[in-house]
T-cell receptor, first 114, second 111 residues
Framework: AQTVTQSQPEMSVQEAETVTLSCTYD???????LFWYKQPPSRQMILVIR??????QNATENRFSVNFQKAAKSFSLKISDSQLGDTAMYFC???????????FGTGTRLKVLA | DAGVTQSPTHLIKTRGQQVTLRCSPK?????VSWYQQALGQGPQFIFQ???????QRGNFPDRFSGHQFPNYSSELNVNALLLGDSALYLC??????????FGEGSRLTVL
């Protein structure tokens, strides 16, 4: 069975600083997709970034980037130049191709301090 | 372009009652998934509907059932409510194999 683990329940970062959120996962499959979702206090979850396991290059979306280490089954999210609007719960998620069930971690609550 | 809308936003029920939650997908989307998010936890997959059929189901009892209508909207029904069913219920829509778009959720409290 696939599992996703986020070992940091809460983190804080000063505005304009950089923060890294950790995620590890477990699967015996070779091909899969990984995601980071953001859930602000308003509750609507939005996709931050996605990574296909067959791509060696780490995904980047503006201030958000990932460090994908396939052998270590690690998928961390780096937020550069943190902004107050980045304050939210961040969930790491996993899905196998051809299936429809996203598996989410327990989340990391990030607070950006002014 | 309206995103995913869910109703009601909050509701309170007592043990043993039944509840129906509703979801309208993002315009153009044909697939609806339902997730349960307990307090302090990540979302847990309940099931997904496509072409009015349940396509995949998570590890939830038969008390949880759903329906998708021809206009792609969907309902989640929970019978014989338990205290442990208290959670935020999230609906997400997508195109087949595409990115999930989430609604703001329905907060269910069971007393």
């Amino acid at each position: 069975a696939q599992t996703v683990t986020q070992s940091q329940p809460e983190m804080s970062v000063q505005e304009a600083e950089t923060v890294t959120l950790s995620c590890t996962y477990d699967t015996s499959e070779n091909n899969y997709y990984l995601f980071w979702y953001k859930q602000p206090p308003s509750r609507q979850m939005i996709l931050v970034i996605r990574q296909e396991a067959y791509k060696q290059q780490n995904a980047t979306e503006n201030r958000f980037s990932v460090n994908f280490q396939k052998a270590a089954k690690s998928f961390s999210l780096k937020i550069s130049d943190s902004q107050l609007g980045d304050t939210a719960m961040y969930f790491c998620a996993f899905i196998l191709p051809g299936t429809y069930k996203y598996i989410f971690g327990t989340g990391t609550r990030l607070k950006v301090l002014a | 372009d309206a995103g995913v809308t869910q109703s009601p936003t909050h509701l309170i029920k007592t043990r043993g009652q039944q509840v129906t939650l509703r979801c309208s997908p993002k315009s153009g989307h044909d697939t609806v998934s339902w997730y349960q998010q307990a307090l302090g936890q990540g979302p847990q997959f309940i099931f997904q509907y496509y072409e009015e059929e349940e396509r995949q189901r998570g590890n939830f009892p038969d008390r949880f059932s759903g329906h998708q209508f021809p206009n792609y909207s969907s309902e989640l029904n929970v019978n014989a409510l338990l205290l442990g069913d208290s959670a935020l219920y999230l609906c997400a829509s997508s195109l087949v194999g595409g990115e999930l778009f989430f609604g703001e959720g329905s907060r269910l409290t069971v007393l």
